[in-house]
């Protein structure tokens, strides 16, 4: 059934919690992040790298801008979206919207990783200076966070023309500052250019990579050779951004996207946090190079073997479980009812803790954080913060799963007591 507008008012300003501290974080957070980017990426190429030296060393305006930067950044961009465009790869059907529809998007995010592989290849070969991304990243990041914000401004004014069953729930509260940092409309498109979509595993994500591919050949600039820790950090990332690109048809059935609309806090993060703050390892490493012996490097990459594992088996078998339930590698699993109809697994990966895949994904980015020695704090930036991401993620999840399945879930949580870390959280 249709929900009319003021149904959806009714619903979104009484029944929905505000997230992310409302209407203050929604005014604090599109602060503070983008100034933790530039801090991030100007404190890893300090002598120092010490994240409690204050005040931190400033960047000089000219360090911040380059014109060069914005034609990369656009450059960048409009080729993500000639791929995305591409008639490769199958087509897919998200899951069914409120008004009874639903949407097609197209699965060829690997298809345009391999392709952008190729093409700097080619670019490498020819001499094109990847390691100048080392220099140029400052000013990218400005850029990256420019755009973001006026990318948000553009989907706040044009969600005020789509029609009120393609408004998030929760990002129609009546308060601009709070609906424009969570989103108001779901699924914007402009035809069937699905922007969220685009944004959600395409130029940040593959960004990242590419970024850490330039630290990489800065390093080979520098020292000759790229050291092992460096070799490190670009495989573990570039197995994980490879993984959530052969699995894209699996975002489709998240949070992103089924239920937060697009508004800056998604379109920051996925355009400016994930390329500039992720690869941040990587551009510590060309200032700070780590010795790695062999042993530890073989430590290093069990962790992350362990947590990959975790994390996809984990993933797979809940996509399978929510495709086909009667598949025979779920089949056997032990399930509970709910009142929608939908089970809930018990047993298996999902028996062990309530969120499996956070799990693997924390040990992950331990193993991302090691190679970079002990000496300093600030590579462990990125632990640190996906562990909070990820305790109030599961928070916001577990919430939306208790209003969806009630006493099941109630159920779930005493049969399955541990959220994310066995025996401890
Ligand atoms: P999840 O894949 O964890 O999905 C949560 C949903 O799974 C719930 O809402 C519920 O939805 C379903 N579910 C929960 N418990 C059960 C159960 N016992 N049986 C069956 N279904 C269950 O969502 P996320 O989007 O948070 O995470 C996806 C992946 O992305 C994770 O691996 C995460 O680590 C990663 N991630 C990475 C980030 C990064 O920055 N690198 C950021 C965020 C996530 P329903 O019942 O409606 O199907």
Redesign the pocket.
Known sequence: MRPNSQELKRKSSHDTEREFGGTLGAIGIPIFLPLTVLFLISTSRSPEASVLQWPPSLPSTDQLWDPLALVVLLCWIALHALLYLTPLGKVSEGLVLRDGTRLKYPINGFHGLCITGVLLMFLVGLGAPLGYLFELLLPLAVCAIAVSFLFSVYLYIRSFLAPSHALALGGNTGNPLYDFFIGRELNPRIGNFDLKYFCELRPGLIGWVVINLGMLMKEVELRGSPSLAMILVNSFQLL?VAD?LWNEE??L????I?HDGFGFMLVF?DLAW?PFA?SLQAGFLVVHPQALSSFRAAIIIALNGIGYYI?RK??SQ??Q??RDPSHPSVARLE?IA?A?G?????SGW??LV??P??L???LM?LAWSLPCGFSHLLPYFYVIY?TI??IH??DR?ER??RT??GLAWDT?CRR?PYRIFPYLY
């Open positions: 994980y959530a699996a975002v059935t998240t949070m992103d089924v993060g994930v992720y994390f984990s993933n809940k996509n479980f929510r399930t709910t929608t939908k089970r809930l697994l018990v999902w028996g309530r969120h895949n956070y693997g994904d924390l980015a996906f991401l990820l993620r599961e999840d939306q799963c969806k399945y779930y399955v």
